[in-house]
């Protein structure tokens, strides 16, 4: 799971990278586990793993456990230009830092937990800002 994302990643030369939902473990296993509130599981595994370093703002905004290899979101944007993101399956709950994640707000970004997945505002991004997020071992992007 953990090299399909890594070798599946194509936006490091994106100015703004918002990596909406990724997963922090499989099946309790750490795949992408960051405690160091600097937002570098993912990012450093793509620098030093996959040889595929960001040169962009790089935003980690959830992750999520992965129970199954198809385990993923599917998303949706709403008129307001809210990004809804709802888990394929139950059983799976959201991970910031190391623990349980509900609203965060931030100064580009709020989280909101919402029935079988969640809400994600974007408040403000670069004109080539890029919005992604976990399906199996690939990404998927969010098209506003």
């Avoid at 456990?65 to 599917?74: Q, R, V």
Wanted: with cysteine; net charge positive.
């Amino acid at each position: 799971m953990v090299n399909g994302l890594l070798a599946n990643f194509k936006w490091e030369n994106n100015s703004e990278i918002f990596v909406l939902a990724f997963p922090e473990n499989y099946q309790g296993i750490p795949m992408f586990k960051d405690f160091s509130r600097q937002e570098l599981a993912l990012k450093s595994a793509l620098k030093y793993v996959a040889k595929k370093p960001t040169k962009g703002q790089f935003y980690q905004v959830a992750q999520f456990n992965m129970n199954t290899p198809t385990d993923g979101l599917t998303a949706t944007v709403d008129t307001a230009g809210i990004i809804k993101l709802e888990f394929h399956k139950w059983g799976s709950w959201w991970w910031r830092h190391g623990l349980g994640l509900g609203l965060m707000k931030g100064i580009n970004i709020e989280f909101r937990n919402a029935s079988k997945g969640c809400e994600i505002e974007i408040k403000k991004a670069a004109n080539d800002a890029v919005f992604i997020y976990s399906d199996g071992a690939k990404w998927k992007e969010v098209k506003f």
